[in-house]
């Protein structure tokens, strides 16, 4: 007597692996898509509680009648420190000076370093001040990359067009 599987047994055993395959692909698939949407909502905390902390930094520290802005500026945070325009907190590094600012997680990868970690200024790249149309009009690819910054409200988000090229967003609403 000959011991083995019958044609019938084995297209049922391929038949429940395609069926378990077919179920559990699609679970695995956006894994990539989620853990950048979570590094960027991570790093996006970090820069916002930065900024929050400045902010009081500068409201404790500086003199109101000097008419200093309220927030850093685009300068500062670009430099992770603060300049001459908040001459008490001069030199005092905004963010923690060993890891510097966070990079963007849906930056372009093929983007110098440099350029992962900028950040920008919304008045300066977009040319307008309406943040809201901001990535929603076709400007220039360079766009795609770091972290945008608007000075006279705190306002960060994610430089990305890999949602449509809607305002504020990557894949998901930070």
Request: proline share 5%; charged share 15%; glycine share 6%.
């Amino acid at each position: 007597m000959k011991s083995g599987f019958t044609l019938i047994e084995l297209v049922m055993v391929i038949l429940l692996l395609a069926v378990l395959a077919a179920v559990a692909i699609p679970n695995f698939i956006d894994f990539r898509t989620d853990a950048k949407n979570a590094a960027t909502k991570g790093s996006l905390g970090a820069l916002r509680s930065a900024l929050s902390i400045a902010r009081a930094a500068i409201a404790l520290k500086e003199d109101p009648t000097e008419r200093a802005p309220k927030y850093p500026t685009i300068f500062e945070m670009q430099k992770n420190i603060f300049t001459a325009s908040h001459p008490m907190l001069s030199g005092t590094a905004i963010m923690d000076p060993a890891n510097g600012i966070p990079r963007n997680p849906w930056s372009v990868s093929s983007l110098a370093p440099l350029y992962l970690n900028s950040i920008s200024d919304v008045f300066l790249f977009a040319h307008y001040n309406d943040k809201t149309t901001w990535l929603a009009n076709n400007y220039s690819n360079n766009l795609n990359y770091g972290w945008v910054y608007d000075q006279t409200s705190a306002e960060i988000w994610a430089g990305s067009r890999k949602n449509g090229g809607k305002a504020k967003l990557t894949e998901d609403y930070y």
